[in-house]
């Protein structure tokens, strides 16, 4: 997209009409939700529970929810917070039965791409913050940026999630 200020918003616009964010960020969740029904078993995985969404959801910036809740056939080791791509995960000591997951879609701009600062600084603004509801304090954010085609997410993890995410 090439224009003026003006001109590129309403194109903006004009892309994202009917819903469509609403619409991507609800197909992204249930891809997810599909995706843990296959793996039940080899991740240890009792039931997938979608949570309903707020429509405004996917682009209200100051909280947030958790869009997928799994509860555990038994207690998963949790690791520390980190990103989907860091191969250093550790699990010592936490454990949880409750993981949740929370979508978030930006459409990013040339000089602020950077997906993973981006999921780090969500989770972080949105576990501390008494807005956001999370079922349990082990969760990951996932985010993905429609205008670069880039994804990324932050959290706490189980073994057998990062290679199935």
């Known amino acids: 997209m090439h224009g003026k200020i003006p001109t590129l918003k309403i194109s903006l616009i004009q892309i994202f009409r ?15 939700c599909q995706i843990f029904d296959m793996e039940l078993e080899s991740l240890e ?3 997938v529970q979608k949570e309903t969404i707020h429509p405004r959801k996917s682009y209200k910036m100051n909280s947030s929810c958790a869009d997928i809740l799994l509860f555990a056939s038994f207690k998963w080791q949790m690791s520390k917070p980190s990103l989907i791509f860091d191969n250093r995960d550790s699990f010592e000591g936490n454990t949880s039965n ?3 997951l929370d979508v978030q879609l930006r459409w990013g701009d040339y000089d602020s791409h950077d997906i993973e600062r981006y999921a780090r600084a969500k989770f972080l603004d949105y576990t501390t913050d008494n807005l956001s509801i999370y079922p349990s304090p082990t969760g990951c954010l996932v985010a993905v940026d ?9 959290g706490n993890w189980f073994p057998g999630v990062k290679p199935l995410m």
């Open 45 to 47: 995985i009792d039931t």
């Open 146 to 154: 429609l205008a670069y085609n880039l994804h990324s997410a932050f």
């Open 98 to 100: 409750k993981y949740w």
């Open 18 to 32: 009917a819903h469509l964010w609403q619409k991507i960020h609800e197909s992204l969740v249930m891809d997810l």
